[in-house]
Protein backbone atom coordinates (compact mmCIF):
# COMPACT_ATOMS: atom_id res chain seq x y z
CA UNK A 1 0.00 0.00 0.00
CA UNK A 2 3.02 2.33 0.71
CA UNK A 3 4.29 1.88 -2.57
CA UNK A 4 1.25 3.00 -4.38
CA UNK A 5 0.85 6.16 -2.23
CA UNK A 6 4.38 6.89 -2.68
CA UNK A 7 4.09 6.95 -6.89
CA UNK A 8 0.92 8.98 -6.64
CA UNK A 9 2.14 11.41 -3.97
CA UNK A 10 5.46 11.70 -6.60
CA UNK A 11 3.14 12.11 -9.60
CA UNK A 12 1.52 14.87 -7.50
CA UNK A 13 4.34 16.64 -7.09
CA UNK A 14 5.37 16.29 -10.41
CA UNK A 15 2.54 17.65 -11.69
CA UNK A 16 2.19 20.94 -9.70
CA UNK A 17 6.04 21.18 -10.82
CA UNK A 18 5.16 21.21 -14.17
CA UNK A 19 2.20 23.61 -13.76
CA UNK A 20 4.02 26.29 -12.04
CA UNK A 21 4.71 29.40 -14.04
CA UNK A 22 8.11 30.74 -15.06
CA UNK A 23 9.00 33.55 -13.12
CA UNK A 24 8.66 36.57 -15.47
CA UNK A 25 12.17 38.52 -15.71
CA UNK A 26 10.63 41.72 -16.00
CA UNK A 27 13.13 44.95 -16.75
CA UNK A 28 11.96 47.82 -16.08
CA UNK A 29 14.37 50.22 -17.62
CA UNK A 30 14.49 48.71 -20.55
CA UNK A 31 11.08 48.17 -21.07
CA UNK A 32 11.41 52.38 -20.48
CA UNK A 33 13.86 52.63 -22.81
CA UNK A 34 12.34 51.11 -25.77
CA UNK A 35 8.84 52.52 -25.28
CA UNK A 36 7.14 49.67 -24.29
CA UNK A 37 3.70 49.61 -23.35
CA UNK A 38 2.93 47.21 -20.49
CA UNK A 39 2.59 43.88 -22.89
CA UNK A 40 6.39 45.00 -23.60
CA UNK A 41 4.53 46.29 -27.41
CA UNK A 42 4.51 49.29 -29.38
CA UNK A 43 3.92 51.30 -32.34
CA UNK A 44 5.74 51.01 -35.55
CA UNK A 45 5.08 51.48 -39.41
CA UNK A 46 5.32 48.86 -41.71
CA UNK A 47 6.28 49.79 -45.38
CA UNK A 48 5.63 47.42 -47.60
CA UNK A 49 8.05 47.91 -51.28
CA UNK A 50 6.81 47.18 -54.56
CA UNK A 51 8.28 47.88 -58.43
CA UNK A 52 7.57 51.59 -59.10
CA UNK A 53 6.25 52.93 -62.20
CA UNK A 54 9.43 54.38 -63.80
CA UNK A 55 10.33 51.07 -66.04
CA UNK A 56 12.88 53.72 -68.19
CA UNK A 57 15.57 54.39 -66.13
CA UNK A 58 19.08 52.77 -67.70
CA UNK A 59 20.88 50.58 -66.16
CA UNK A 60 23.69 53.13 -64.70
CA UNK A 61 20.74 55.37 -63.63
CA UNK A 62 18.98 52.41 -61.82
CA UNK A 63 22.16 51.01 -59.95
CA UNK A 64 23.41 55.21 -59.17
CA UNK A 65 19.74 55.02 -57.53
CA UNK A 66 19.81 51.71 -55.63
CA UNK A 67 23.61 52.62 -54.33
CA UNK A 68 22.02 55.92 -52.56
CA UNK A 69 18.84 53.44 -51.42
CA UNK A 70 21.55 51.04 -49.75
CA UNK A 71 23.21 54.20 -48.08
CA UNK A 72 19.92 55.62 -46.96
CA UNK A 73 19.01 52.48 -45.47
CA UNK A 74 22.29 52.90 -43.45
CA UNK A 75 21.40 56.49 -42.57
CA UNK A 76 18.11 55.70 -40.92
CA UNK A 77 19.19 52.04 -38.86
CA UNK A 78 21.98 54.49 -37.40
CA UNK A 79 19.09 57.14 -37.04
CA UNK A 80 16.85 54.46 -34.89
CA UNK A 81 14.17 55.72 -37.51
CA UNK A 82 14.56 52.02 -39.23
CA UNK A 83 14.42 49.03 -36.86
CA UNK A 84 13.98 46.63 -39.89
CA UNK A 85 14.95 46.57 -43.51
CA UNK A 86 15.44 43.65 -46.39
CA UNK A 87 14.40 42.78 -49.82
CA UNK A 88 12.07 40.01 -50.92
CA UNK A 89 13.14 36.88 -52.87
CA UNK A 90 11.96 37.08 -56.52
CA UNK A 91 7.87 36.69 -56.32
CA UNK A 92 5.04 37.77 -59.21
CA UNK A 93 3.68 40.38 -57.33
CA UNK A 94 6.16 43.05 -57.82
CA UNK A 95 7.14 43.10 -53.74
CA UNK A 96 10.90 43.94 -53.37
CA UNK A 97 11.16 44.38 -50.08
CA UNK A 98 10.55 45.90 -46.41
CA UNK A 99 11.05 48.57 -43.75
CA UNK A 100 9.92 48.70 -40.60
CA UNK A 101 9.86 52.26 -39.82
CA UNK A 102 10.56 52.94 -35.84
CA UNK A 103 7.92 55.76 -35.88
CA UNK A 104 4.26 55.88 -34.67
CA UNK A 105 2.65 57.73 -37.44
CA UNK A 106 1.84 57.57 -41.10
CA UNK A 107 2.83 61.07 -41.57
CA UNK A 108 6.58 60.50 -39.69
CA UNK A 109 6.96 57.56 -42.15
CA UNK A 110 6.15 59.43 -45.14
CA UNK A 111 8.90 61.95 -44.69
CA UNK A 112 11.34 58.91 -43.67
CA UNK A 113 10.32 57.33 -47.19
CA UNK A 114 10.68 60.55 -49.09
CA UNK A 115 14.59 60.67 -48.55
CA UNK A 116 14.95 57.18 -50.42
CA UNK A 117 16.52 57.84 -53.72
CA UNK A 118 14.74 54.63 -55.30
CA UNK A 119 11.61 55.89 -54.43
CA UNK A 120 12.07 59.69 -55.41
CA UNK A 121 12.97 58.09 -58.97
CA UNK A 122 9.70 55.31 -58.79
CA UNK A 123 12.19 52.96 -58.93
CA UNK A 124 10.09 51.16 -55.64
CA UNK A 125 6.70 52.50 -54.45
CA UNK A 126 6.00 52.60 -50.94
CA UNK A 127 2.50 50.94 -49.10
CA UNK A 128 2.66 52.37 -45.22
CA UNK A 129 0.68 50.74 -42.60
CA UNK A 130 0.46 51.46 -38.96
CA UNK A 131 1.56 48.25 -37.14
CA UNK A 132 1.89 46.70 -33.31
CA UNK A 133 4.83 44.51 -32.49
CA UNK A 134 7.44 43.84 -29.80
CA UNK A 135 9.36 46.61 -28.61
CA UNK A 136 12.42 44.62 -28.70
CA UNK A 137 12.31 44.70 -32.36
CA UNK A 138 14.46 47.71 -32.16
CA UNK A 139 17.44 45.56 -30.53
CA UNK A 140 17.51 43.60 -34.03
CA UNK A 141 20.16 46.34 -35.45
CA UNK A 142 22.52 45.96 -32.74
CA UNK A 143 21.96 42.17 -32.88
CA UNK A 144 22.65 42.12 -35.93
CA UNK A 145 25.94 44.12 -36.05
CA UNK A 146 26.94 41.23 -33.78
CA UNK A 147 26.39 38.28 -36.04
CA UNK A 148 27.39 40.21 -39.48
CA UNK A 149 30.62 38.76 -40.67
CA UNK A 150 30.95 40.59 -44.10
CA UNK A 151 29.35 44.10 -43.85
CA UNK A 152 26.79 45.37 -47.05
Excluded at 22 to 44: F, N, P
Excluded at 78 to 95: H, Q, S, T, V
Excluded at 122 to 150: D, G, S, V
Aim: glycine share 6%.
Amino acid sequence: MKKPLLVFVFLIMSAIGFSQETEVKYDEALAKSLHADEYGMKKYVFCLLKSGSNTTASKEESKKLFEGHMENIGKLAKEGKLAIAGPFMKNDRNYRGIYIFNVETIEEAKALVATDPAIKANLLEAELTPWYCTAALQEIPEMHEKIAKTKM
